[in-house]
């Protein structure tokens, strides 16, 4: 449905540009979709889970590191994830955060095409933002 693309920004259902437009084996990775994969609750769920298991690495704290861990991983036909990677990191223990949490994430709703589900690549950012710290930049 129209909400189910809308709710979910961890994807944008674009894909990305060197994944091309899939190729209609149920292996590839798809970029045209019907449905866009979503978190099990939607985004609210998602930032929700993300708050409750993100743990501030000490030595970024200590270091005062924030700033955004981009990640980027694959939603596979079933709703698992995998290949879970840091795109752009920011150290201090922020990146294997970043990675530990995502792949303890639930099986995600797949992203559809012409009715299936299919392989979708994801993008998710994830802030590390220290309170009371000058504003990310």
């Known amino acids: 449905t129209d909400e189910d693309q809308k709710t979910d920004s961890?994807?944008?259902g674009k894909g990305l540009p060197a994944q091309g437009q899939?190729?209609?084996d149920p292996a590839g990775i798809y970029t045209i979709l019907d449905v866009f994969p979503r978190f099990p609750g939607g985004d609210e769920a998602r930032l929700y889970f993300l708050k409750n298991n993100v743990r501030y690495p000490e030595i970024a704290l200590k270091s005062g590191i924030q700033g955004i861990v981009l990640l980027v991983f694959i939603i596979e036909q079933d709703?698992?994830?995998s290949h879970v990677e840091v795109r752009k990191g920011i150290g201090g223990g922020c990146d294997e955060e970043a990675l530990?949490?995502?792949k303890m994430m639930?099986?995600?709703d797949p992203g559809k095409r012409s009715g299936r589900p299919v392989r979708v690549m994801v993008q998710?950012?994830?802030v590390f933002k220290i309170p009371g710290k000058?504003?990310?930049k």
């Open 22 to 24: 899939g190729t209609g």
């Open 124 to 126: 998710m950012p994830l």
């Open 100 to 102: 530990r949490v995502t």
């Open 134 to 136: 000058y504003p990310i």
């Open 79 to 81: 709703g698992l994830i």
């Open 10 to 12: 961890a994807s944008t």
């Open 106 to 108: 639930p099986r995600w």
